[in-house]
């Protein structure tokens, strides 16, 4: 089994849609766990951090439930520009200089 | 914010060459950098973690002789893969621990390496 596991995809969803990405993850020791976006032949950029509370940051709400070992991404008013893969990341440790997990990622396109 | 330059973007050799690619801190220190690999339709593979003044950690499964890594500078880390094969063709990537103000690692570019 995976460390890190996320809905295969792909997402085709209309502009405007809803779209909702889960991620679960094997261990339970894990402290740090974050949301990337990849574009096709570039490198992952962070998308936001994720905190047990949950967080916002504009369009975008991620949420944590440590006792299920699961994050989710959840993308109100879809855009284009949002078409990307989406790579759920989980880092064993508090510091970045702790090695990073990456999920297999989720393709989304969001179509006119 | 933190800036991670790789030097070459995409490199195309023949079957047997050796390729070098370089990861810079532009405008901070890493004494911790980490390569990573991603084949086509695949996730980003942790392959090493490169430190300066010391060897290199190599992930399971990963040939230590085949990847070189030499951390030089508190500003650059190097891989080169030996005797490049069309298997070692991928998008390798490196990242370093950002300044004390960023709990994030910051990502390179990427390089593109093509054996033909």
């Known amino acids: 089994r995976k460390e890190v596991e996320q809905d295969p995809g792909p997402f085709n969803v209309p502009e405007g849609a809803t779209v909702a990405f889960n991620c679960t993850y094997s261990n339970s020791a894990s402290q740090s766990f974050f949301w990337y976006r990849q574009d096709c032949r570039k490198e992952p950029k962070l998308l936001m951090s994720v905190y047990s509370s949950g967080n916002e940051d504009g369009r975008f709400t991620a949420q944590l439930n440590r006792a299920s070992q699961y994050i989710s991404l959840l993308i109100r008013d879809s855009k284009l520009s949002d078409s990307a893969t989406y790579l759920c990341v989980v880092r064993r440790g508090k510091t970045s200089y702790d090695k990073v997990i990456f999920g297999p990622g989720t393709s989304l396109s969001v179509i006119p | 914010g933190a800036v991670v330059s790789q030097h070459p973007s995409w490199v195309i050799c023949k079957s047997g060459t050796s390729v070098k690619i370089e990861c810079r801190s532009l405008?901070?220190?890493?004494?911790?950098m980490f390569w990573y690999r991603q084949f086509p339709k695949q996730s980003l593979m942790l392959m090493a973690t490169s430190n300066e003044g010391s060897k290199a950690t190599y992930e399971q499964g990963v040939e230590k002789d085949k990847f070189l890594i030499n951390h030089a500078s508190l500003t650059l880390s190097t891989l080169t893969v030996t005797s490049a094969h069309p298997e070692d063709s991928s998008f390798y990537i490196c990242?370093?621990?950002?300044?004390?103000?960023?709990?994030?690692?910051?990502f390179g570019p990427g390089t593109r390496l093509t054996v033909l």
């Open positions: 990242s370093a621990p950002g300044p004390p103000s960023y709990n994030e690692q910051f």
């Open positions: 405008d901070f220190q890493a004494t911790t």
